[in-house]
Each structure stands twice: as C-alpha cells, then as structure tokens.
T-cell receptor, first 112, second 108 residues
C-alpha cells in the first residue's frame, strides 16, 4: 500500500522554467490537497480538490495551477518559476471531510 | 488573528519529563481537531485526533475545550524519540489549518 506518492523528491529550476509536481494516491480518497511549507513556517494551502473534475483555490494559489482528471492523480503545475516559489511542497489526501489527511514525502524545490 | 496559534517553543526537556503544548483556534465553527508530528525535513504524520471528551493514546493525552477554543497535548515520560515539531491542526470547512508548530527537544 503506497499511500500518497510524490515525484520528484528534489528539483532545481531556473527562473522562468516550468514544471509539474506529480501526486498520486491509491487509497481511493476523494479529497486531495497541495501545500507549501517555507522554512520555520506552517503549511499553507495552495489548491485542493474534493473529487475528479473539481478544483479550488486555497490560501496561496498565485503562480500555480492544478487539474484533477482522475481520483488518483492531482498534479501541481508551475508555469513561470520564481525564486519566491522555493519551498517544500506536500501533497495530501483525505477520504472525506473532517478526517485526518495522509501526506506524501514532499518535493523540495529550489528556484535559482 | 491567525486561524491556529501555538506556543512558540522550542521546548527543551530531559528524558522522563512531562511536557504540555497549547493551541488556540479562531473559528468557532471548526469541527475536527488533530495533533500532527513533523520530523526535520519530513512530512507531517498524524499523532492523534482530538475529541471533546479528551482522549489518550499511551503517553499522549489530548484535550479540547470548545468554549475557550483551546486544544492541548500532554506528553508523559518523554523519550528521545519524541523530539520533533508538533503541529496543532484544525479543520475549517474545506481544508485543514495548520499552526506553525512547536519544537520539542528531549535530551538525555
């Protein structure tokens, strides 16, 4: 049982490049989330999805896009990487509302 | 006012000590509450859910006071392996709100 899987684990980007952070879960959870965590700070919600075909903005969505074509996958897209997007990105899933979330290992992204 | 506020920490305690963490939340309509543990450079992992009646899991006891919008976590007989950051987490409708965390270092 893999749970929530994120790829890549590490990545260095140049300013202006684009990339997609992958997230997949095998628990058939409806709810999925993307967070970022800056050093010494709490997690901030970027985007979330309550089911396939449904996505919505969180607290810090600017500079990111998401899609949810299947229940399993919830990729996060950075179109024009900026130094302010250097962070650790966590994907999480939840079976339904008001339940604990399960997190992936994280993607450590540096933009230089 | 932040959604979830925690003790700033860090807490440095000797092995065997009892340590308590506090947390307050601003949304009185919040429905679910959790404590997560996060090790350095790792993902958050659920430590325990918090119920209105209070709940215990081994050396860990969580309490919730809805009237005061206050949550606590008590760790008894601290172990070296308890060293981590403890995150207070509150559900606020569509997603979880995370506190910044309180760092705990248990020393020999």
């Amino acid at each position: 049982n893999a749970g929530v899987t994120q790829t890549p684990k590490f990545r260095i980007l140049k300013i202006g490049q684009s990339m997609t952070l992958q997230c997949t879960q095998d628990m058939n959870h409806n709810y999925m989330y993307w967070y970022r965590q800056d050093p010494g700070m709490g997690l901030k919600l970027i985007y979330y999805s309550v089911g396939a075909g449904i996505t919505d903005k969180g607290e810090v969505p600017n500079g990111y896009n998401v899609s949810r074509s299947t229940t399993e996958d919830f990729p996060l897209r950075l179109e024009l990487a900026a130094p302010s997007q250097t962070s650790v990105y966590f994907c999480a899933s939840e079976s339904q509302g008001n339940q604990p979330q399960h997190f992936g290992d994280g993607t450590r992204l540096s933009i230089l | 006012r932040k959604e979830v506020e925690q003790d700033p920490g860090p807490f440095n305690v000797p092995e065997g000590a009892t340590v308590a963490f506090n947390c307050t939340y601003s949304n009185s309509a919040s429905q679910s509450f959790f404590w997560y543990r996060q090790d350095c450079r790792k993902e958050p992992k659920l430590l325990m859910s918090v119920y209105s009646s209070g709940n215990e899991d081994g050396r860990f006891t969580a309490q919730l006071n809805r009237a005061s919008q206050y949550i606590s976590l008590l760790i008894r007989d601290s172990k070296l392996s308890d060293s981590a950051t403890y995150l207070c987490v509150v559900n606020s409708g569509y997603a979880l709100n995370f506190g910044k965390g309180t760092s705990l270092l248990v020393t020999p």
